[in-house]
């Protein structure tokens, strides 16, 4: 978490840095702070939102054509204004920011304050100016050789961006498990967490690998060197990423417009991997891994939060269609208790930014004992997408809104594809359902639009329900990651207690904390297990809880029993995910919207967890 910007060249600095920290803001919002170099090298920082940075440099000199930005998620220290980084040297000559943790910063400290240095924050991140600075001064060598050495000294996880006010025409940037990209332009370069802040400057990026160095002047001149000290040859791509895709586009939020993107992101996710009238379905980003797929004995899927929500999906799908045994994780779990992994394992890793911390770890696991990993992710380029042996991206564009909404169909369209190509090749499907499923595949996004036109009514339920103090989510099957995922989406938006759960888990508790005072969302779309939903729904009303439904359209029998009733298109029930998640995503906005909340910048979260 946290984001950083940098920017050097012939341009003024600050309005780059605030842009860009605007666009980054959802990596963390409890501080925000900046550093330039003009006549002095100054640093503005306060507690709060990049908006209230701007507040509190109103009327200072922002002039500058090289500066650092950040805007942070806290770890250690409070949020506080003193926390905020940028963090000074002691000499107050340097300046650094930083994503990460350092995780050996008490002893470094220790040692440091024993030969006179004095710390003003609580921060990880303090440490490790100090420690440039000294090695610069012990060591009598040039900046960039200081921060070599102080990373070869330092545990943890890093993306940092060192400025000095004796060396104002250079720019140091290097990484450690924390992303971290760099644009270049025509004599100006770039750094940042992500390349939002970047794309519409430059197109050309170098993605920084762990333990990289990236030293940048005015002249234009890059270099690029290990902290082992091995030069590295930048490799320049090309970003693919538009700029109306980081912008509201006249939406309110950034999260409804993602739930609004959803008929075209679930589109492009298909786009150039099905083809209806052949009946191929083609994903060549793990084509070369197809066979192992197809033989493998076990399928392990990783993800956090949304992620994971999408992998029980996975499960579902791929037990169903391809008959391989999977195990859903959460990555964060897998990582610390000594699971069981054979080299024939396929592990799939699911991550919208392609950079938590959890799932990296899990997969690094995986791979040390020779399974196979497949990621599915969002953000090109992206640490995890660079870190498994192949994978799909889901192609959803960028997602900004710290609650997932789009990723999350898009995942799940994304693993639908694998299930059907592999359950096809293993020959464990039907011809007369696989051709069913793509054609029924196919007509989803437009049946998602017929379930967005439903705004009104969702929006009126927020009314309704917006002052409840719990909610509880009710699923089965496939639409059993749905409630989790509902329940999910309304906790972390509205702060409002809410549950998930498999709706005939019900009874052996949870049905205890029913009243007339209870909403109870139930996803009771045609199915296998309709009818035992259908009584379970009863199970809630005979205990006088609130029903809100979401029923396939025509439904005569739910309409009867419950409260409200959301109608949403028919579909095959291995799809009912990617329909029936869309209205409870505009329920929990319109909900968190009445009650005042910070829709896309929720308390507490932030977008992309680098930290485990
Ligand atoms: C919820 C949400 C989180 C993420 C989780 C994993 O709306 O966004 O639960 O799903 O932090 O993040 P990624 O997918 O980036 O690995």
Not at 105 to 133: C, N, Q, W
Not at 463 to 481: E, V
């Amino acid at each position: 978490m946290c984001g950083i910007v940098a920017y050097i060249g012939k341009k003024e600095a600050y309005p780059i840095l605030m842009k860009g920290l605007h666009r980054l803001e959802y990596r963390g919002y409890d501080s925000a702070g900046v550093a330039l170099i003009n006549s002095d090298l100054v640093v503005y920082k306060c507690k709060g939102k990049v908006s209230d940075l701007e507040k509190f440099t109103v009327n200072k000199n922002k002039t500058g054509t090289i500066g650092i930005g950040h805007t942070r998620w806290a770890t250690h220290g409070e949020p506080n204004d003193v926390n905020a980084h940028p963090h000074y040297s002691g000499s107050k000559n340097l300046v650094l920011i930083h994503n990460g943790i350092i995780e050996n910063y008490a002893p470094l400290k220790e040692e440091m304050i024993k030969r006179g240095h004095v710390f003003e924050s609580d921060t990880d991140t303090e440490v490790l100016v100090h420690l440039i600075e000294d090695i610069q001064q012990r060591e009598n060598v040039d900046l960039p050789e200081a921060v070599r050495i102080a990373l070869n000294n330092v545990i943890g996880a890093y993306a940092i961006v060192v400025l000095s006010k004796n060396d104002p025409d250079l720019l140091i940037a290097a990484k450690k498990s924390s992303p971290l990209v760099l644009g270049v332009g025509e004599e100006e370069f770039f750094v940042a967490s992500d390349a939002t802040p970047i794309v519409e400057y430059t197109k050309n990026v170098v993605y920084l690998e762990d333990e990289e160095i990236a030293v940048v002047n005015r002249k234009g001149k890059l270099q690029i060197k290990t902290i082992r000290n091995q030069e590295i040859t930048p490799y320049i791509h090309e970003l693919q990423m538009q700029l109306e895709a980081i912008e509201k586009g006249g939406f309110d939020h950034f999260m409804l417009k993602e739930i609004y993107e959803q008929p075209r992101s679930i589109r492009d996710s298909m786009r150039g991997r099905v083809h209806v009238d052949k009946g191929v379905v083609e994903l060549g980003g793990i084509r070369e891994y197809m066979q192992k797929f197809v033989s493998a004995n076990r399928i392990i899927i990783i993800g956090c939060g949304t992620s994971w929500h999408a992998g029980m999906v996975g499960e579902y799908l791929f037990e169903d269609l391809a008959r391989i045994p999977v195990e859903v994780e959460y990555a964060s779990e897998f990582r610390y208790r000594n699971p069981v992994i054979y080299e024939s394992d396929v592990v799939i890793a699911i991550s919208q930014s392609g950079e938590t911390a959890d799932t990296l770890a899990a997969i690094e696991l995986a791979k040390s004992k020779g399974a196979t990993i497949i990621g599915v992710c969002n953000v090109v380029g992206s640490s995890i997408a660079r870190t498994t042996h192949a994978g799909s991206y889901t192609h959803a564009g960028p997602e900004i809104g710290v609650a997932s909404t789009k990723a999350f169909t898009a995942q799940v369209t994304v693993l639908t594809l694998m299930a059907l190509a592999i359950g096809h090749k293993r020959g464990m499907i039907s011809e007369t359902h696989y051709h069913e499923l793509l054609s029924e595949l196919d007509s989803i996004p437009a049946k998602v639009e017929r379930v967005l036109k439903l705004n009104d009514q969702i929006k009126y339920l927020a009314s309704i329900f917006k002052d409840a103090r719990n909610f509880l989510y009710l699923g089965r099957s496939y639409t059993f990651p749905v409630a989790l995922e509902g329940a999910l989406k309304l906790k972390e938006i509205s702060y409002i207690h809410a549950e998930g759960y498999p709706a005939a888990e019900m009874k052996h508790g949870p049905i205890a904390l029913i009243d007339e005072e209870m909403p109870v969302v139930v996803i009771a779309t045609k199915g296998a297990s309709y009818e035992k939903v259908v009584s379970n729904i009863q199970e809630v009303k005979a205990r006088k809880g609130k029903v809100i439904a979401v029923v396939t359209e025509g439904d005569t029998i739910v309409r009867k029993i419950a409260d409200h009733v959301i109608e949403v298109p028919e579909t095959d029930e291995k799809l009912a995910t990617l329909i029936s998640v869309v209205p409870l995503q505009l329920l929990s906005y319109y909900i968190a919207v009445m009650r005042g909340c910070n829709v896309d910048q929720p308390r507490n979260l932030a977008k992309s967890v680098t930290v485990e």
